[in-house]
């Protein structure tokens, strides 16, 4: 079988880790910790980054870093996304408001922000799908003239870039994701980027249970207290060590996942060109991070019939996302906003295929020969 996913991997990891339990340095913001976090900061040009235990994490911790949304305050986010961005705002008793996406990009479709915005919405949260960024400019200039915060959702955007700028940078706040299956992982984990200095103690408090802890580490304090309301979103060290030894070959897991990703455009683009699927689109100006190959089918019928032709030979594919607006949660604490043009449509045909760090190139043409004898 083939699977869908296997966790990255990089050697080093196993030195790393029993250097840490060596050393009784498993607790969070250990040297592995700081090591991540300098490295997310000199590589995409954030003032600050802080490891966090997850994105969902990451996301919740931004939320609470904008006092400003409380209950009824609307927060506008696309239809097709992961549970995380929404429950972030709901659980401060925002309403999610959704917006229809694009089905070139499968991103929130920029164009319908605006109309979106009612007196009570206090921010956007773009999500970077398939590493492919949101039309950001745009994004940020809606902001700019309504005085809205903007939080990315890259989980998946790491290492990917709109016009020069690395996402996750770009907004107020960038959420990042190294959950086994995203291109870097620490197995449950993630990383807060904070775009401003003046945001910087009041996260630091916030991921610390309230305290001033991190200043108090730095030996700017002589005793630390309680300042804030607060969480616990710091990871064990033995987390980020883990991490840490792919981030240190994290160009060759980028150009790994790269080629894997074009040799499967270059064998597909013959079935797109007849007609029988699409092929995903990477605008002007977004340099992606191969983090998902998809493909779509003619409708679910034919999709539901490919997954299972393609798990006959051996082969695992997958989808994802029930459209936000139509989850019973979605339902209870959200509204979309429009019309559902393509969110259901495209979800319902999309498939991903395997794609991970390793996958073989031979294993990417039998994939492709398969779903080639599966047309014909
Ligand atoms: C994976 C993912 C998340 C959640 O990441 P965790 O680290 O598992 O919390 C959130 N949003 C998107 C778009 C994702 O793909």
């Known amino acids: 079988?083939?699977?869908?996913?296997?966790?990255?991997?990089?050697?080093?990891?196993?030195?790393?880790?029993?250097?840490?339990?060596?050393?009784?340095?498993?607790?969070?913001?250990?040297?592995?910790?700081?090591?991540?976090?300098?490295?997310l900061e000199e590589k995409t040009?954030?003032?600050?980054?802080?490891?966090?235990?997850?994105?969902?994490?990451?996301?919740?911790?931004?939320?609470?870093?904008?006092?400003?949304?409380?209950p009824g305050d609307e927060v506008i986010m696309p239809a097709y996304t992961f549970v995380s961005t929404?429950?972030?705002?709901?659980?401060?008793?925002?309403?999610?408001?959704f917006v229809d996406i694009r089905p070139d990009t499968m991103n929130?479709?920029?164009?319908?922000?605006?109309?979106?915005?009612?007196?009570r919405t206090k921010a956007i949260v773009p999500v970077h799908y398939a590493g492919v960024a949101c039309e950001m400019d745009t994004i940020m200039d809606i902001a700019d003239r309504?005085?809205?915060?903007?939080?990315?959702?890259?989980?998946?955007?790491?290492?990917?870039?709109?016009?020069?700028?690395?996402?996750?940078?770009?907004?107020?706040?960038?959420c990042f994701s190294f959950h086994e299956t995203k291109n870097y992982s620490m197995g449950e984990g993630g990383a807060l980027l904070i775009r401003d200095e003046r945001n910087v103690e009041a996260a630091e408090i916030i991921r610390e249970k309230g305290t001033n802890r991190s200043k108090f580490y730095r030996g700017q304090i002589d005793k630390y207290t309680w300042i804030n309301y607060g969480s616990s979103y710091l990871?064990?060290?033995?987390?980020?060590?883990?991490?840490?030894?792919?981030?240190?070959?994290?160009?060759?897991?980028?150009?790994?996942?790269?080629?894997?990703w074009n040799r499967y455009y270059e064998n597909l683009a013959p079935l797109a060109e007849a007609g029988k699927i699409e092929l995903p689109v990477v605008p002007e100006g977004c340099v992606h991070n191969g983090h998902m190959f998809y493909l779509k089918a003619r409708d679910i019928e034919e999709r539901t019939a490919l997954i299972a032709y393609l798990k006959d030979n051996g082969i695992h594919a997958v989808f994802h996302y029930v459209p936000l607006h139509t989850a019973p949660a979605g339902l209870k604490f959200g509204r979309f906003h429009g019309e559902d043009r393509y969110t259901t449509r495209e979800s319902e045909r999309l498939l991903r295929l395997p794609m991970y760090y390793g996958l073989e190139l031979g294993q990417v043409e039998y994939i492709c020969e398969t779903l080639g004898k599966f047309y014909r």
């Open 1 to 39: 079988m083939i699977n869908f996913n296997v966790p990255p991997y990089a050697e080093k990891a196993m030195d790393y880790i029993r250097e840490c339990v060596e050393n009784q340095k498993i607790c969070g913001d250990g040297p592995y910790t700081k090591k991540c976090n300098e490295w």
């Open 235 to 260: 990871p064990s060290d033995m987390n980020a060590a883990y991490l840490y030894a792919q981030l240190e070959i994290a160009e060759e897991i980028n150009d790994a996942r790269l080629t894997i």
């Open 108 to 119: 929130i479709d920029d164009r319908l922000i605006e109309e979106a915005v009612t007196e």
């Open 146 to 174: 309504h005085h809205l915060a903007v939080i990315e959702d890259a989980a998946q955007g790491i290492m990917s870039t709109y016009k020069g700028k690395a996402l996750g940078t770009i907004g107020d706040f960038g």
């Open 86 to 97: 929404a429950d972030a705002f709901v659980l401060r008793g925002a309403v999610p408001v």
């Open 45 to 70: 040009g954030t003032a600050k980054c802080l490891l966090t235990t997850s994105c969902t994490h990451a996301t919740e911790l931004a939320a609470l870093l904008l006092p400003e949304i409380g």
